[in-house]
């Protein structure tokens, strides 16, 4: 069911499998809160799903912050949004009664940008992150620490909103920070292909041991 409180409408789906981690869904350009429960459900059987809308329009489209241009990013409010979501995120593991120090996000596009901001802002907020078609928000000045914190990245050898050298710079930022990173390219562009799946679904249970 979809709710408007905590400061995000969103979906929250509990777990019917105990001692799993929670999944933070984070749709793409366009999306809403339901855009990603089935690659949620999908990705880790039985697991919680938090999954909120984002809250800019560009032009009627949901998205977690402005952008100035395509790869362009408003940073002033990039860093808002970030640690709104922070503070949500929070809220919502009170309010349902999930550990938020297990919290992995799964985000896709600008979703899985803004997952990226979490991890280099706030690195608190997420336990591990599974990053598709996703570009460096930003470049931070001090690496947060991220010391063995696991984070798959997927992206498309032709995806042409996203350069491979852009791709490369978020895997060498995140290693630089003590991130634990696999990475994940395939042939198709800007999109989750049946490959990236199966891989993030073999790497999400190589995690958990």
Same mark, same amino acid.
């Given at each position: ?20 981690p929670t999944l933070l869904l984070l749709h793409g350009t366009g999306g809403d809160e339901n855009d990603l429960l089935d690659l949620g459900r999908a990705l880790l ?33 990039? +860093? !808002?949004?970030?640690?709104?979501? %922070?503070?949500?995120? &929070?809220?919502?593991? /009170?309010?349902?009664?999930? =550990? ?56 498309? +050898? !032709?995806?042409?909103?996203?350069? %491979?050298?852009?791709? &490369?710079?978020?895997? /060498?930022?995140?290693?630089? =920070? ?32």
């Open positions: 069911m979809t709710v408007s409180d905590l400061g995000f409408i969103h979906q929250f789906v509990p777990a019917t499998v105990p001692g799993l059987p039985g697991t919680a799903l938090l999954s909120p809308r984002g809250k800019v329009s560009e032009e009627g489209m949901a998205r977690f912050f402005r952008r100035m241009a395509e790869g362009v990013f408003d940073q002033e409010d990039l +860093r !808002r949004r970030t640690d709104e979501l %922070a503070t949500f995120v &929070a809220a919502a593991a /009170a309010n349902y009664g999930f =550990a938020s120090n297990q919290m992995i996000a799964v985000g896709f596009s600008n979703g899985a940008n803004i997952a990226a901001s979490l991890l280099l802002r706030q690195p608190a907020a997420l336990a591990g992150a599974i990053l598709l078609s996703a570009m460096v928000p930003f470049v931070p000045a001090t690496p947060p620490d991220l010391a063995g914190r696991p984070i798959f990245i997927g992206e498309g +050898r !032709r995806d042409p909103l996203i350069p %491979a050298a852009n791709a &490369a710079q978020l895997v /060498a930022i995140l290693t630089v =920070a003590g991130a634990t990173v696999t990475e994940h390219w395939h042939d198709g562009g800007h999109t989750i292909t049946p490959d990236e799946l199966r891989a993030a679904q073999a790497w999400l249970a190589q995690t958990r041991g």
